[in-house]
């Protein structure tokens, strides 16, 4: 082990305090900040595979312990222990469990009880738990067959979900919840959008055959690739040739009808990976609005990168159902409106979101859709276009939401879209996109 690599021990002490944070209610977006740089990339690594097996791992921990943990960073510690030692069980005992999950950390079994229980006595507030770390894992592996057939009995073990989402996926889609939970938790591919303006599908595409990176375009503008890679050793990244975006989200700007010398509305905008796309697809106008500003600023960046003419960009910080806080009154000749969701489409990629939603959060998010629908509706001109859009499952925020939407507004047309998306398995050479749903309207004249 190199003097840079940190050692497995400092990995999972770091993984403990990011899953100690989701468990609190933060964002592992948010905890990673704290996390020191040296760390940050093994940790993160860690932490997504035990929050996809968190179910697992707390159902586990509740049939070893009899009493709940002595403190919330021992719980932590445990619970990312066990997540990583059942993946390691399983390789040894299937060299090819994980052969196509090269994201997944794998280690020799007892590496992994060594280093937790070092772990521990690295830590002065853990020190005094090391023995019963130990005990907990020696335990797991000796009677680990009887333990996982008790514990796959509980739906939130079996599927590493609430038991109120499984509830909701298998209500919503009765013939398809298994496969939905499958594919939402296992991690989406690296997929890119070429930016027509700098390069091609078929040049990048060859650029990458070159440096032999193994790739497929499953249609429009995307490429995905067959394994993630830093984006920043990719050919054409400092180019502005592409930027990163899932195959379902891209296709938000290819719906939106939209032609050169248009005014565009971006609503909830930032970072601006939607509002590039517009850019590059045509010569508008374009006002890119989002309630966070820390997150606007991300936008003007991701236009330099690209070689877009921020100039024809008006960036405004502020809350997209107040009309009167930001319109200027000259109505839009077509709006983008990429509302606030749960984010239950995308939870492959941000595998925290789901501990962190609570059955309530979906109406309350549906009711926001809703009044910020209608806001936007009163900006958008007479025979314009609006793109409903979120990254969500739920049909509260998708189908449900369109069809009160236009029984409130007789002026307004639905017309052909693709409606819900759902999560698509990892094929190559095929379309493999994220959650979405989808309703492209018109405004009747």
């Known amino acids: 082990m190199s003097s840079t690599t940190p050692s497995l021990s400092t990995v999972l002490l770091a993984s403990a305090q990011l899953v100690q944070g989701v468990l609190a209610g933060k964002s592992l977006t948010e905890c990673l900040t704290q996390t020191p740089a040296t760390v940050r990339a093994a940790a993160q690594a860690v932490s997504f595979h035990s929050l996809r097996r968190l179910g697992l791992a707390k159902q586990l921990l509740s049939q070893l312990v009899s009493r709940k943990a002595p403190s919330g960073l021992t719980e932590a510690l445990l619970l990312v222990s066990l997540a990583v030692l059942d993946s390691a069980v399983e390789v040894q005992e299937n060299e090819d469990a994980f052969s196509d999950q090269p994201e997944v950390p794998v280690y020799a079994p007892h590496t992994v009880v060594n280093q937790a229980v070092q772990a521990a006595a690295d830590h002065r507030l853990l020190r005094v738990y090391k023995a019963l770390i130990n005990a907990v894992l020696r335990r797991y592996l000796r009677e680990r067959t009887a333990l996982l057939e008790e514990a796959n009995s509980h739906p939130e073990a079996r599927w590493n979900f609430p038991n ?245 507004h007789p002026d307004a047309v639905a017309l052909p879209s693709p409606g819900q998306v759902l999560p698509q398995p990892v094929v190559a050479g095929q379309p493999c996109g994220d959650g979405f749903f989808y309703q492209l309207l018109r405004k009747e004249v």
């Open 164 to 408: 109120w989402w499984i509830k909701q996926i298998k209500k919503a889609y009765p013939q398809q919840w298994e496969a939905i939970l499958q594919h939402s938790n296992r991690p989406g591919p690296l997929t890119l959008r070429v930016n027509q303006r700098r390069c091609s599908v078929a040049r990048l595409q060859a650029l990458f055959d070159e440096a032999g990176i193994a790739c497929w375009a499953p249609g429009g503008e995307a490429v995905v690739l067959a394994e993630a890679l830093p984006v920043q050793q990719l050919p054409g990244f400092e180019q502005g040739w592409w930027s990163v975006q899932d195959y379902a989200a891209q296709q938000a700007g290819a719906l939106l009808p939209i032609e050169d010398g248009m005014h565009v509305l971006d609503a909830c905008a930032a970072p601006g990976g939607k509002t590039a796309h517009l850019l590059e697809r045509a010569d508008i106008s374009l006002v890119a609005l989002d309630a966070d500003a820390t997150r606007l600023q991300r936008v003007p960046q991701n236009l330099q990168r690209l070689g877009l003419n921020s100039d024809q960009v008006t960036i405004q910080a502020a809350d997209a159902a107040n009309v009167e806080q930001w319109w200027d009154g000259k109505p839009f000749d077509t709006i983008l409106a990429d509302v606030p969701c749960t984010a239950s489409g995308i939870v492959r990629r941000h595998p925290d979101i789901r501990w962190l939603r609570r059955p309530q959060d979906v109406a309350a998010t549906a009711a926001l859709q809703g009044r910020i629908a209608d806001a936007l509706w009163l900006t958008l001109k007479p025979g314009g276009y609006m793109l409903y859009v979120t990254c969500s499952i739920f049909p509260q925020e998708g189908i449900e939401q369109s069809k009160a939407f236009l029984a409130r």
